[in-house]
C-alpha cells in the first residue's frame, strides 16, 4: 500500500506537525498572555488592591487561583498524558485528532508560554506603567499599549525557542491516531519491517527543520541586539 | 498670573511604607496659574509628595481635591483626573517602542478620541515649540537626554492638562542639558500654565516660583516666595539646607 507514495506519506505527516505546532503556538500564545497579564497584575497590586478590598481584589484573587493551578497541573504532568486525557476523556465524541492535539498542545504551551512572558513583563521598567498611568490610560490600556508590545520584543528568542521545543515534542502525537512525522515513520516502519530508513530519515527531517529555525533565531537575536528600539 | 481659583486643595496628607512614615500630614493649596516648586533634603518626601498628587502612590491617610473632587474617595475615576494632570519623570519615561510623534498621540487619540489627523497635527505643534519638529518620526533612543525630556513634557502638553507635575525633570541629565529644559519650564510658566516641581535647581526655583515649599521630615517645614525662604529662611534645618545646596 505504501510501496510508492512512501515520500508522500512522510510530507502529510510533516504537514500535520506544522499544523499542530503553528496552531498550539497561537492557542498557547494567547492563552500565555492572558495568565501571565493576571499573574503580574496580581503580583504587582494585590497588597494595594487588599487593602481597597471590594470586588476587584475578590475577582483577581481567584483569576490568580485558576491560573496558579493551571500552571502546577500542566507543568506537573507528562504533556503525553494530557494529550490521551484530552483525546480519550475530554473529547472522546470528536474524532478530529488533530484539532484534538492542537488544543492539547495549545493549552500545554500555554502554561510554559505564560511564565516566559511573566519574566518579560517583570523585566520592564516601572517607570513605562507610571508613564501611561499618568497620561489617563487604565490598567489594561497601559498593559496593552505600552508593556505588551515591549515584552514581547524582549521575549522573543526565548519564544522562539519555546516553539522549536513544542514542534518536538509533537512527535507524540501518533499517541491518539494523529498521523504526524514521527507516527508517519513509525508507519512505515512497521509495515516494511526496516526501521532504519524511515526513522533517520524522520530523524533529518526533524533536524534540518530545527536547524533552520534555530538559525533564523539567531538572526533575529542579533537583529532585535543591533536595533533598540 | 496665579489666580484665587484653588485648582489642588490637599488636607492632612499621610504616606507611610511598610512602617516607615514619609508625609505625616501635609497640607497645601495650589492655585490656578501658580508655580510652586517644592525642594527639600533627599529622602524627605518630596518626590513620594508629588506622586501623590495624581495618586501614583496611594496616600494612606488624608485628602487631595483636584477641581473640586476628592480624588481620594474609592468612587472617584483617577484616570478622567490624571488626564488633566500631566506628569514628567525623572528618568523621561518615553515609550522606546513607539515614535516621538506615536509618544504623543497615543493618549490623545485613544482617550480623549482625537482624529489621528488632528492629534499629530497638535503634537506637531508642539514639538515645534520646544525645536524638536523634525525628530518626529525618531525613536526616544536615537535622541538625547534633553531632547528626551522635552518630549515627555510636550507628550503630557498633548492631554491639555491643568497642571502639570515635575518629578525631578533635570536631574538625569548631563549639566549641559539641563538649560534647554529649565527654558522649555520657563516657557511654561509664564504662559500660566498651573505646575508643581520638584527640582534642585535653586537658581530655576528663585527665578520662576511664586511659592517655595520646603519639605523636611514628613511635613511643610517652611513655606513663601523665593525672596522670602532663600532671602529670610526661618527655620534652621531651611538655613541648613540651604547652606548646601546654594
Known amino acids: ?229 | 498670573m496665579t489666580t484665587n481659583e484653588t485648582l489642588i486643595k490637599v488636607e492632612n496628607l499621610q504616606k507611610s511604607f511598610e512602617n516607615v512614615e514619609v508625609l505625616k500630614g501635609v497640607n497645601i493649596d495650589i492655585k490656578k496659574g501658580e508655580v510652586v516648586v517644592i525642594i527639600g533634603p533627599s529622602g524627605c518626601g518630596k518626590s513620594t509628595f508629588l506622586r501623590t498628587l495624581n495618586l501614583l502612590e496611594e496616600p494612606t491617610g488624608g485628602h487631595i481635591y483636584f477641581e473640586g473632587n476628592d480624588i481620594t474617595s474609592k468612587s472617584s475615576n483617577i484616570n478622567l483626573h490624571r488626564q488633566k494632570i500631566g506628569m514628567v519623570f525623572q528618568q523621561f519615561n518615553l515609550f522606546p517602542h513607539m515614535t516621538i510623534l506615536k509618544n504623543m498621540t497615543l493618549a490623545p487619540i485613544k482617550l480623549l478620541k482625537k482624529s489621528k489627523e488632528d492629534a499629530e497635527k497638535e503634537a506637531l505643534k508642539l514639538l515645534e515649540r520646544v525645536g524638536l519638529a523634525d525628530r518626529a518620526s525618531s525613536y526616544p533612543s536615537q535622541l538625547s537626554g534633553g531632547q528626551k525630556q522635552r518630549v515627555a513634557i510636550v507628550r503630557a502638553l498633548c492631554m491639555q492638562p491643568e497642571v502639570m507635575l515635575f518629578d525631578e525633570p533635570t536631574s538625569a541629565l548631563d549639566p549641559e542639558m539641563v538649560g534647554e529644559v529649565l527654558e522649555v519650564m520657563k516657557s511654561l510658566a509664564q504662559e500660566g500654565m498651573t505646575m508643581a516641581v520638584v527640582t534642585h535647581e535653586m537658581g530655576f526655583a528663585r527665578e520662576v516660583a511664586d511659592r517655595i515649599i520646603f519639605i523636611d521630615e514628613g511635613i511643610i517645614m517652611e513655606e513663601g516666595t523665593p525672596e522670602e525662604v532663600f532671602g529670610n529662611p526661618k527655620s534652621p534645618r531651611l538655613q541648613d539646607f540651604l547652606s548646601k545646596v546654594i
Open chain 1, 1 to 229: 500500500m505504501l510501496e510508492n507514495n512512501r515520500f508522500d506519506f512522510i510530507i502529510d505527516g510533516l504537514k500535520n506537525t506544522f499544523l499542530i505546532t503553528l496552531g498550539s503556538l497561537v492557542l498557547g500564545v494567547i492563552l500565555g498572555v492572558i495568565v501571565a497579564v493576571v499573574r503580574s497584575t496580581y503580583d504587582k497590586n494585590h497588597t494595594h488592591l487588599k487593602k481597597r478590598g471590594g470586588i476587584s481584589y475578590f475577582l483577581m484573587s481567584i483569576l490568580n487561583k485558576i491560573c496558579q493551578v493551571y500552571l502546577t497541573v500542566i507543568r506537573g504532568t507528562p504533556v503525553v498524558v494530557q494529550l490521551m486525557i484530552f483525546y480519550f476523556i475530554i473529547f472522546a465524541k470528536s474524532d478530529d485528532g488533530i484539532a484534538v492535539a492542537t488544543f492539547a498542545f495549545g493549552i500545554n504551551s500555554g502554561a510554559y508560554v505564560a511564565e516566559i512572558f511573566r519574566s518579560g513583563i517583570m523585566a520592564i521598567d516601572n517607570g513605562q506603567f507610571e508613564a501611561g498611568r499618568s497620561l489617563g490610560l487604565n490598567y489594561i490600556q497601559t498593559m496593552l499599549y505600552i508593556i505588551v508590545p515591549q515584552m514581547f520584543k524582549v521575549v522573543l528568542p526565548t519564544l522562539c525557542n519555546e516553539f522549536i521545543v513544542l514542534l518536538k515534542e509533537t512527535s507524540v502525537a501518533g499517541y491518539v491516531g494523529v498521523i504526524d512525522l514521527t507516527k508517519a515513520g513509525n508507519t512505515i516502519a512497521g509495515r516494511t519491517f526496516s526501521y532504519f530508513i524511515p526513522l533517520i530519515t524522520v530523524a533529518i527531517i526533524y533536524l534540518i527543520v530545527v536547524m533552520i529555525l534555530t538559525k533564523l533565531v539567531g538572526i533575529l537575536e542579533r537583529r532585535l541586539r543591533n536595533s533598540d528600539h
